[in-house]
């Protein structure tokens, strides 16, 4: 299982279509992490995106669950990288 960090980037246009979806997309990042499969996430550049950090067994493997997210099937992720990651100091366990 490795370690994987999400950027995803919103259009600037859709605040308000993603204000609507916000809580099935939280609902949708819970059930994630309730499974142990995200292990964080949250904004970053003033909600202009977001960060998760995810394990899976391949950068695909992560695509393909995150195409599931309620933001990304309603068409408000302008952009979606996905990195694997090796944490070297500290951790998230």
């Keep these: 299982m490795g370690t994987f960090a999400v950027i995803y980037t919103y259009g600037t246009d859709t605040e308000a279509e993603r204000d609507a979806i916000r809580p099935q997309h939280k609902d ?9 499969r995200l292990r964080i996430s949250g904004p970053v ?20 669950v ?6 990304r099937k309603n068409d408000l992720i ?3 990288s ?3 990651w090796t944490i070297v100091f500290g951790g998230l366990r």
């Design 82 to 84: 996905v990195r694997e």
């Design 45 to 64: 550049d003033s909600g202009a995106g977001a960060l998760l950090v995810l394990e899976g067994e391949s950068a695909a493997e992560v695509i393909s």
């Design 78 to 80: 302008a952009d979606r």
């Design 66 to 71: 995150l195409d599931d997210d309620p933001f």
């Design 28 to 36: 949708f990042l819970a059930g994630l992490h309730d499974t142990g």
